[in-house]
């Protein structure tokens, strides 16, 4: 006769495993021997991609660690609507020199011409 099962489900036996895992992670990753396991295990692992994956993982590591930092705080969203609000500001600064460029010009322009029809003489 087969003995009982310590879980009922499936998933009850995944989650018992993932925590005896994660509990026994926290217990030894400040170890010296665990350390040297795992970089060990990451040279070995990196010696052996190829460079094309290499550079994919590199652009996919930065780009997570830009969605985290950035993108999951809010900090890009507010960058991107400061910058529009500075490109408003510095439309209407151009708009604004543009709308003097011509009051000047209509308001002195007349200047120029007298000066060209005297120097004419």
């Not at 995944?14 to 026994?24: D, G, L, M, Q």
Request: proline content about 0%.
């Amino acid at each position: 006769m087969a003995r009982q099962s310590k879980y009922k489900t499936i998933e009850e036996k995944k989650k018992a495993n993932n925590e005896s895992a994660k509990r026994w992670y926290y217990n030894h990753k400040n170890d010296e021997s665990f350390k040297q396991k795992r970089n060990e295990y990451h040279r070995k692992y990196y010696n052996n991609l190829k460079t094309t994956k290499r550079e994919y993982l590199k652009s996919y590591n930065t780009d997570y660690a830009f969605y985290v930092k950035n993108v999951r705080t809010g900090k890009f969203e507010k960058r991107i609507v400061k910058t529009k609000e500075e490109l408003k500001a510095l439309e209407l600064k151009v708009f604004n020199m543009e709308q003097k460029l011509i009051y000047i010009k209509n308001k002195f322009g007349h200047l120029d011409n007298k000066v060209n029809k005297e120097g004419d003489n």
